[in-house]
Every structure is written in C-alpha cells, then in structure tokens.
C-alpha cells in the first residue's frame, strides 16, 4: 500500500510568500506616490512659468504702444520696482486706457481703467483687474520692472518717469522654493516707441 505524496504550502512557506508579496506591494506604493508627487510640483511649476511667459509677452507689447492718455496724461502716469502705471490703448477701441501692473503677495496683477465723459477722465474709472502671473518670487535683487534712459543708463528710485525710454520686466517663478527645480526667471524689454513721436 502506498501513501499518496501530499502537495501545498506548509505554514512557514506561507508566511513567507505573503510577507514577501507584502513587501513589493508597500515599495510599489511608495514609488508610485513619490512619482506622482514629483510629476504634480513640475506640472505645476510648468504651467506657472508658461502664464508668467504669456504676462511677460502681454506686459512688453502693451509698454511698446504706451502713449499719452485721452486725458492728455504723459504716457508714464508712475514708475516704480514692483508697480508701473502707462497708458495705452489695449483693445483697439478709439479710447487709450490708463494699465497698471502690480506685484502684491507674489501675484502680478494688471488693472485697466477706460476713460469716461467729455472731455475724456479717469477719476472715477473702475479698472478691471486681471491675474497676469503666480508664483513669483523676486527678491530686492530681481526687480519686477528697471527703468534706462535714451542712453541705457538704468534710471534709480524715484523714477523720474520723463527720462524713460526702455523698460525691462523680470519675473521669477517658483511654485514651491523648498524642492527641485530651481526657480525659473523670464525676462522681456519695451523701448517706449510712440515718445519719440509724441514729445
């Protein structure tokens, strides 16, 4: 009389194979939430950088067509680091609008402000304000705008507004300073065309 061999798994096996499988299970999951994670900040710093490069764009072509207001308002209203004032028609109506950009809380901001009655005002003027970048974080270093004369000479605070004849933008973006990458900086000039016809 034989005996029949019994097959499977003993105790110890078991253990072992469900220890194992638990194993490759917990460092798949880490490494999937560390891939997603990593994926979520570049996404997020990407799209960041490609609004602040769309602000830059928009803030250079507006600086280029400054000129002065309906009010007749010089075409630079004021000029500082973190905030400029300009006037420029921004819609292609027949009305020059009074733009300002201001940096506050990491935020640039534009605000544009339509004339109103006749003779042409803007006092009064609620402007319409718009996000034009996030993520920034220029530091006193880096400021958002610098001012140069006819010559290139960089013009110093306070700005006096009818010297200027360029205006550069900078902005740095960083969703996130405390992880990879390194925050991005992009950077655009006006020269001031319309002045030269205008003074």
Do not use: C, H, W
Request: aromatic letters at 8%; zero cysteines.
């Amino acid at each position: 009389m034989t005996r029949d061999a019994v097959s499977g798994f003993t105790l110890i096996e078991t253990i072992v194979v469900t220890a194992m499988t638990a194993l490759i299970m917990v460092t798949l999951g880490t490494l999937l939430s560390y891939f997603y994670k990593t994926n979520a900040y570049t996404l997020e710093q990407s799209s960041a950088v490609a609004q602040a490069r769309r602000g830059v764009e928009d803030v250079t072509r507006y600086m280029r067509e400054a000129s002065y207001g309906s009010d007749g308002s010089y075409p630079i209203g004021s000029a500082a680091t973190s905030s400029i004032t300009f006037y420029a028609n921004v819609n292609s109506d027949s009305a020059v609008e009074r733009v300002t950009y201001t940096l506050q809380g990491g935020t640039l901001y534009r605000a544009v402000a339509e004339p109103a009655g006749n003779p042409p005002s803007y006092a009064g003027a609620l402007p319409a304000t718009t996000t034009v970048a996030n993520a920034i974080v220029n530091d006193s270093a880096t400021p958002v705008f610098r001012y140069f004369d006819d010559t290139g000479t960089e013009l110093t605070a306070p700005v006096d507004v009818s010297k200027v004849a360029s205006i550069e933008t900078t902005v740095v973006i960083d969703t996130n300073l405390n992880r990879a990458p390194v925050s991005f900086t992009l950077s655009g000039g006006a020269t001031l065309r319309n002045l030269k016809t205008q003074l």
